[in-house]
């Protein structure tokens, strides 16, 4: 079982950035891919970047590509995004997710355990 708990979202201008964290709870987050998914209102989940169980492999949605990190910490149980350049369209909720699996995943199917989300909000 793992508890993933987002913290880092708020409001910012546009062209700003934000670092949002996920910690996660449990003995067996090392070995577990992550992932980030966010979702706008009226809109469906969608991928924005994931990681693998050591960080040696990330993929990223096209939309964030370049503006957008993920990385990970093992020894803290904590995954992070930092997002840069942000755009009005960056506004959503993000959710972390971890994936039963060591490799990273664009499919929110793939996810077995998720957060609760942290709101992203981009003025322009």
């Known amino acids: 079982q793992v508890q993933l708990v987002e913290s880092g979202g708020g409001l910012v201008q546009a062209g700003g950035s934000l670092r949002l964290s996920c910690a996660a709870s449990?003995?067996?987050?090392?070995?577990?891919?992550m992932g980030w998914f966010r979702q706008a209102p009226g809109k469906e989940r969608e991928f924005v970047a994931a990681?693998?169980?050591?960080?040696?492999?990330?993929s990223y949605a096209d939309s964030v590509k370049g503006r957008f990190t993920i990385s990970r910490d093992n020894a803290k149980n904590t995954v992070y995004l930092q997002m840069n350049s942000l755009k009005p369209e960056d506004t959503a909720v993000y959710y972390c997710?971890?994936?039963?699996?060591?490799?990273?995943?664009?499919?929110?199917?793939?996810?077995?355990?998720w957060g609760q989300g942290t709101q992203v909000t981009v003025s322009s």
């Open positions: 997710a971890a994936r039963n699996n060591r490799l990273p995943n664009p499919r929110s199917d793939e996810y077995i355990y």
């Open positions: 990681i693998s169980w050591r960080g040696a492999s990330t």
């Open positions: 449990g003995r067996t987050f090392s070995s577990y891919a």
